[in-house]
Every structure is written in structure tokens, then in C-alpha cells.
């Protein structure tokens, strides 16, 4: 994927971006909303992107400030774990980059690059349930939310957008 407006480049990372990658998940109001992870995890998260490129068209992808090349944070989409006839997408953003629009631009990116593909998948997104930023930019980009998901007695807040 590969994604560019006036406010933002959504792109492949490449391997010498690791550390800005590593950087985004040590700040705890990012991670809060995230099933933790260890270094190590983070790491293998990286190094499966780079492989995801030659693979297909799903992935994990860098944003980055179209105006200055700052990292703002990562995307993803990728099959769906509960529902392999899904795609879910995500996103993790810098808290320096929260409450400016940009969350409602990437989901609308991946939204867009999501339904281009030739398979007839809904998308899908989860959330914290105490998640209401992410979940307002959900409903704004025109998902809907539907009944709560159960994962490994976690419940997360379930939003469908039907491809149509």
C-alpha cells in the first residue's frame, strides 16, 4: 500500500526504521488500548512486515507527515483472526498526533485501499472498549458497531463496514 495526501504518506517501512517503529510503542497512553506486548514481540511484529510486502497485498505499513517526514505511527490490514472471511484494519498513532484528524484519514485510506482489493470481504475493526476516540473515527469513516467481541475473556468493541 502506498498512500499520499497533503497530511500524510502511508507507506512500507524499511528495515533501518525499526527503532522509530520500537519508539511509538514506549509511550503507556499509546499502549494503553493495545493487548501487551513484550520487546521482543515488537521486534518480530517489524521484522513479519518487511516480510509481508513480497507476500500480498495485506500487511503493516509506516504513516508518516507528509510535510516533514515525522513518524506518526503505524497501520495495518490483515485477515481477520476470528473471521478469515474478514479483513480488519488498524492503527497506533503517537500521542503527539492525536485529536488532529489524522486517525480519520488513515482509517479512511485503509478503508479505500481495503475495498480495492478484488476479494469481497467486509472490513472490520476492534477496539478497547474504552476506546471512544478510536471508536468515533470507526463510525465516522462509516463502520458499524455491532454486538461486543469475546477474545481470550477480553471484550472488545466489534465495528463492521459490509462491502457492498
Not at 478484488?118 to 463510525?139: H, I, M, P, R
Request: charged share 25%; aromatic share 12%; net charge negative.
Amino acid at each position: 500500500m502506498h498512500y499520499k495526501n497533503d497530511t500524510i504518506i502511508i507507506r512500507e517501512f524499511v528495515p533501518q526504521e525499526l527503532s522509530i517503529f520500537l519508539s511509538l510503542f514506549e509511550n503507556k497512553n499509546v499502549t494503553s488500548f493495545l493487548p501487551r506486548k513484550t520487546h521482543e514481540e515488537y521486534i518480530e511484529m517489524f521484522e513479519k512486515a518487511l516480510l509481508f510486502y513480497k507476500e500480498g497485498p495485506l500487511s503493516r505499513w509506516g504513516i508518516f507527515n507528509a510535510e516533514n517526514n515525522d513518524f506518526i505511527g503505524m497501520a495495518v490490514a490483515r485477515i481477520f483472526v476470528d473471521n478469515p472471511e474478514q479483513t480488519e484494519i488498524g492503527y497506533v498513532l503517537g500521542e503527539n498526533y492525536w485529536g488532529k484528524g489524522v486517525a480519520t484519514i488513515v482509517c479512511k485510506a485503509l478503508v479505500e485501499y481495503c475495498l480495492s482489493l478484488s476479494e469481497t470481504k467486509d472490513v472490520v475493526a476492534v477496539t478497547d472498549l474504552d476506546n471512544v476516540g478510536s471508536q468515533k473515527v470507526l463510525a465516522k469513516n462509516g463502520f458499524e458497531r455491532v454486538e461486543n467481541l469475546l477474545r481470550e475473556d477480553e471484550e472488545l468493541a466489534y465495528f463492521i463496514l459490509q462491502k457492498s
